[in-house]
């Protein structure tokens, strides 16, 4: 069965950097033929789409954090990557990762990692 298991969150001060993992197993690698998606939700809010890559390789961004964060995947090793830089508090929320659905609609997507905490302060 499809499973994705998300790591490197944590604390950083504003400005910092961290990089998030998102490593895939059960289907034909990360993204070579689903399109895969980094979403975040804060307490109390929805959960809202960060970035996201098609099977193309086709990125897109939220407007707040173009220009700062960066989607990438490593098919030969099935991982999806978030690389965070600029961090503002606002972007403090618990970071998911999921996999075939569509462009930035949550519910649309079928499989989704269990989450790793991001702390901007």
């Known amino acids: 069965h499809v499973q994705l298991v998300e790591s490197g969150g944590g604390s950083v001060q504003t400005g910092g950097s961290l990089r998030l993992s998102c490593a895939a197993s059960g289907f034909a690698g990360a993204g070579s033929a689903y399109s895969m998606g980094w979403f975040r939700q804060a307490p109390g809010k929805e959960r809202e789409g960060v970035a996201i890559?098609?099977?193309?390789?086709?990125?897109g961004y939220a407007d707040s954090v173009k220009g700062r964060f960066t989607i990438s995947q490593d098919n030969v090793k099935n991982t999806l990557y978030l690389q965070m830089n600029g961090l503002k508090p606002e972007d403090t929320a618990m970071y998911y990762c999921a996999a075939d659905g569509v462009g930035f609609i949550a519910r649309s997507y079928n499989y989704w990692g269990q989450g790793t905490q991001v702390t901007v302060s």
């Open positions: 890559i098609g099977s193309s390789g086709s990125t």
